[in-house]
């Protein structure tokens, strides 16, 4: 049965091959409905088990006993049903939307199946390993039968940049900000489109999360599976080199005036005179991210929770830090996150603060929350206030 989605899909999708593959990244094994759950026992029923080391991207329930959810009784049955048959499978219970940051990082050039759009926006961008964006149901049928259809950005051709994103007229403090990457990322997602781009004119590599928050919300925004960074991502050594010597189809000069508005979007809330909840960790956070977390909060407690969503990989590197960081008002979420699960307060016009561009870009449809974007800063001093306080304004 798996064999049969994968050559129906390159059928499909005009490939003429498959392609053995050496990894997979799974996103189907998110509850959002009965059927999905269904599908997985089948396959457990079937005797079926994955051929290649597949990791987990997060489900709907908080395994470590974290935080707990608002999910109704046969959803939750369902959604640990569901959990529980991918273990099966054979998949690594890793539940993280950043498998990179667990372990999980294929070769340069390497073929693979990934699932969740940001973890395939790093892993072809970041990684330069070569995966299409997988969707549910076909992931796990690629990592049980180890082939996934030769289309797409599996190609050579496929990789190359046809649209140049230039920042170099902007300010080197802003793109040096941990504000700068999830904005620009909003942008480019939706100026980009599903084309390949370079951004051009940065002048000092961002960090590995800089990445990851540029890539989860150009892929939110856009259908963004591959971009090129000049001179950082391993494709793009310079510009000439990723275009393959041919002109761009076009050159968006980035200006200060689109960073603002960029900005200004991932920001739905129709006032800012309240806060009721801050969230962090989409991409899941990394330990380098709570180190910065703990150094922000300095030791004082919270007059507003702050959910931060990471992998159980994380944790246990975060080992007895948890507990300072729970008695400050931190309420730890792993295995999921915020805006999958019911775990937010159901609070009619609540208005939730984010670092995340991806969060603010799914927040108001999946949790009815409407959201104030900010700086990590920020989301910490407005936690700790009880208000919003946005570049030291409140």
Known sequence: ???RIVAETARLMGAERLLPI???????ALYHGDSGTLFAEKLVAGGARVSVRATLNVGAIDLMGCSRNRLPPHEHEMASRMMQAYRQLGCEPTWTCAPYQAGHRPRFGS?????ESNAVAFCNSVLGARTNRYGDFLDIACAIS?????????????RRATVVFDVSSLDPLFLASDIAWPVLGNLYGRVIGSAIGVVAGVTSPPGEDALK??????????AVGLFHIAG???????VRTVLKNHAPSEHIAVTTGMVIDSQRRLSTAERADRVDAVAIGSPHLSIGEFDRLEQLLAGRRLAVPIYACTGRHTL??????RAALETAGVVVVADTCVVVTPILPATPGAILMTNSGKFAHYAPSNSGYSVLYASLADCVESAVAGKPIIGGRR
């Open 213 to 222: 928050g540029f890539g989860a919300a150009a892929a939110s925004s856009g």
């Open 22 to 28: 050496e990894s997979a990244h799974i996103d189907g």
């Open 316 to 321: 246990a590197q975060l080992g007895p830090r």
């Open 1 to 3: 049965m798996a064999m």
């Open 232 to 238: 950082v991502t391993p494709e793009a050594p310079d």
């Open 111 to 115: 073929h693979v199946a990934w699932g």
């Open 146 to 158: 180890g082939r996934a259809p030769d289309y797409g950005l599996h190609r050579e051709e496929n």
